[in-house]
């Protein structure tokens, strides 16, 4: 089984669920669409905990 590395201390249980399943999918064409889907809501929370940031907003773990 794949290893899952996360640095950045993620918690997202439903962004967890669709890893889990990409992990399970052999469909080539949808384990790509479930990495996709992966990608680009790390990438959204990410760059807006950037945008809190730099403007000096705290979100916490449970808000976030």
Same mark, same amino acid.
């Given at each position: %089984? /794949?290893? &899952? #590395? +996360?640095? @950045? %201390?993620?918690?997202?249980?439903?962004? !967890?669920? $669709? &890893?889990?399943? /990409?992990? %399970?999918?052999? !469909? !080539?064409? $949808?384990?790509? $669409?479930?990495?996709?889907?992966?990608? +680009?809501?790390?990438? @959204?929370?990410?760059?807006? /905990?950037?945008? /809190? +940031?730099?403007? @000096? #907003?705290? #979100?916490? +773990?449970?808000?976030?």
């Amino acid at each position: %089984r /794949a290893r &899952i #590395i +996360d640095r @950045g %201390r993620h918690s997202d249980p439903a962004v !967890d669920a $669709k &890893i889990e399943e /990409a992990l %399970r999918t052999v !469909d !080539d064409a $949808k384990r790509e $669409k479930l990495r996709e889907t992966v990608l +680009d809501r790390l990438v @959204g929370t990410e760059v807006l /905990a950037q945008e /809190a +940031d730099r403007r @000096g #907003i705290r #979100i916490s +773990d449970a808000e976030g």
